[in-house]
């Protein structure tokens, strides 16, 4: 077996102690058991097999992509594995784990102000693509980045909950997982209910994004999510401290605001059974004041 068939077929596990409805199941996905650590793995994978298959790069070719974390330490393994050099470009208060396991892997790192957002540092990859000769993934508009939700975890959710999950929630980053999770239990069953989280207004939420016109992914299609529920900055915070202390789930902030959105949800149901997806690892915000 190869690292890269290790990607996906993560586990689905109950949350016990958080949910307050006893009729209603709140599964996470422990997307922190890819190998990368995250649930960009499959994305990262997906989009350079495909660009490989279709002969848009070829080993040995310069790739640039602008990242807030997660999506680069995907990128930098999966690229290194299979032959090509990944530059990624970040905004610089992202944490040192994450700087150091896309270095640790072989990528050049390029830092932004964080002042200027994840915003500038696309505009800067863009940049580089066109007047460097750099190949740009561009997650953002690449449909091999939802189509890997639709190919792999998708089908997952509807496997290990028998075709019994009733809802769906996902943090809405690039958007790739919920657009591709949504349109794949859409054909299986078009009254699950597909809801996404956004920050408040002025919360930052590392993996969370509330975009703005110009900036939103042209992979998102409103569409396909039903309901969108927004998540502060403290929410967040205070539910993933919680999936650590009550759940035994080490996990970043952006699982905190999805299982909030959950809990929440639970609370208006009659009865249902509810999957959010657990986005990555909490190891890799422990420089942070997450856990403090």
């Known amino acids: 077996m190869k690292l890269i068939d290790l990607i996906g077929n993560t586990p689905l596990v109950e949350a016990v102690k958080i949910p307050t409805n006893p009729r209603v199941k709140i599964f996470c996905k422990l997307e922190g058991q890819n190998p990368g650590g995250s649930v960009k793995d499959r994305a990262a994978y997906n989009m350079i097999k495909c660009a ?27 690229a290194n594995i299979l032959g090509l050099k ?36 696309r505009e800067l990859a863009d940049k580089m ?30 496997k290990d909950t028998e075709g019994k999950v009733t809802h769906f929630v996902s943090a809405m980053g690039t958007t790739g997982t919920i657009m591709g999770v949504s349109k794949y239990l859409k054909e299986k069953n078009p009254s699950i209910q597909i809801v996404g989280t956004q920050p408040t207004d002025g919360s930052q939420i590392p993996g969370i994004r509330r975009w703005t016109p110009e900036f939103l992914p042209r992979i998102f299609d409103a569409t396909r999510v039903d309901r969108v529920i927004d998540v502060s900055q403290e929410a967040a915070t205070n539910m ?26 639970s609370e ?20 942070s004041d997450l856990f403090g």
């Open 86 to 121: 990944m530059t990624l470009i970040m905004p610089d208060n992202s944490t040192r784990e994450r700087i150091l396991s896309m270095e640790a892997y072989g990528a050049k790192v390029i830092l932004t102000p964080a002042e200027r957002t994840i915003e500038y540092s």
């Open 52 to 78: 490989l298959e279709r002969g848009d790069i070829k080993p040995g070719d310069r790739l640039v992509e602008a990242t807030s974390g997660n999506t680069g330490i995907a990128l930098a393994m999966v």
């Open 240 to 265: 993933t401290r919680r999936m650590a202390k009550e759940e035994g789930i080490l996990a970043g902030m952006s699982s905190g605001g999805a299982l909030y959105a959950a809990l929440r949800l």
């Open 268 to 287: 208006e149901l009659e009865s249902g059974t509810i999957v959010c997806i657990t986005c990555d690892r909490g190891d890799r915000y422990l420089s």
């Open 129 to 158: 693509a066109a007047e460097e000769g750099y190949f740009m993934l561009d997650q953002f508009s690449n449909p091999d980045n939802y189509m890997a939700h639709y190919y792999s975890t998708g089908p997952e959710i509807w």
